[in-house]
């Protein structure tokens, strides 16, 4: 596979490239990425991280971009599960993350291929508060990815944010590296000795994937555990999911249209259960 491609504004550069990156140990984190619906492999990466890399057949061989397919995987990924996740991003024309938590209006960067910031400074604060970075020390690290410097191109700025969230534990794997495209990333990826396949292995597992990912913390909020608080998370769940899907269906949007459609599904489930069930 060609490690070029012709970027959306017709020139040639480096194909492009993406990475999941979850603050969660390697078993909590499959059952979730299986509702995702794409393949990926999964490994550890460092103390108290994931990440995953997809086979990146939306922006590989489709029109979809792959910032747009790894915002909204990110978003549906983090919608299910009590810990955040970071998508790494990069292809011809720019770089960037997205950072997305929960419930919560998704936070992300881009640079351009030869590292201009493209923007706010505001969203790296934001992302420094939601992953609990040091409000002094790292924040500064942070900002200084947000000033010109022609010596740093998108790829340099990726490995920068990587450098600081050294800080808290992440250690990818040698060879996954922001820059390095799909192909090569999976390569490297399936010569890791704890690499595990991810694919989706049907409706049937739901009910229990989402057990091993929501914890007794969350229990209350599973829709068989006839707590009120899980009609209430059904509701929300199918409010925000169908902006969300109709948003991906008018921009075609394969990542968004997952998102809104797994938010969807869940809040389904739980009023269908709800219903079904009703408590005494």
Known sequence: MSTEATSRTGRTGPAPGALLLCRAEPDSVAPAARLLRDRMLLMRAGEGWSVLVPEGGPWLHGEEPVDRVMTGWA???????PWPVLALWWDADRGGYTLASGFRRPVGYVWLANGTPAGED?????????????????VQSLDHLTKP??????????????????????DLPAG??????????????????????????????????????????????????GDPKARALALAQMAAGLPLAAWGLRHR?????????????????????????PRD
């Not at 410097?149 to 992440?170: C, E, F, H, K, T």
């Not at 249209?257 to 938010?263: D, I």
């Open 122 to 138: 505001e969203a790296m604060r934001t992302f420094a508060a939601r992953l609990a970075l040091d409000p002094v020390l790292d």
């Open 149 to 170: 410097d022609p010596a740093s191109d998108a790829r340099a700025r990726l490995r920068g944010l990587l450098a600081i969230l050294a800080r808290v534990g992440l």
């Open 75 to 81: 978003t549906a990924l983090a919608v299910g599960a």
């Open 253 to 277: 949007s394969g990542g968004w249209l997952m998102a809104g459609a797994l938010l969807l599904a869940h809040g389904a489930l739980g009023l269908s259960y709800d219903l079904t069930h």
């Open 176 to 225: 996954l590296a922001p820059g390095e495209p799909t192909d090569r990333l999976l390569k490297v990826a399936r010569d890791l000795p704890d690499a595990r396949p991810i694919e989706w292995e049907g409706p049937q597992t739901v009910r229990g994937e989402l057990e091993v990912v929501a914890g007794r913390r969350l229990t209350p909020w599973l829709p068989w555990s």
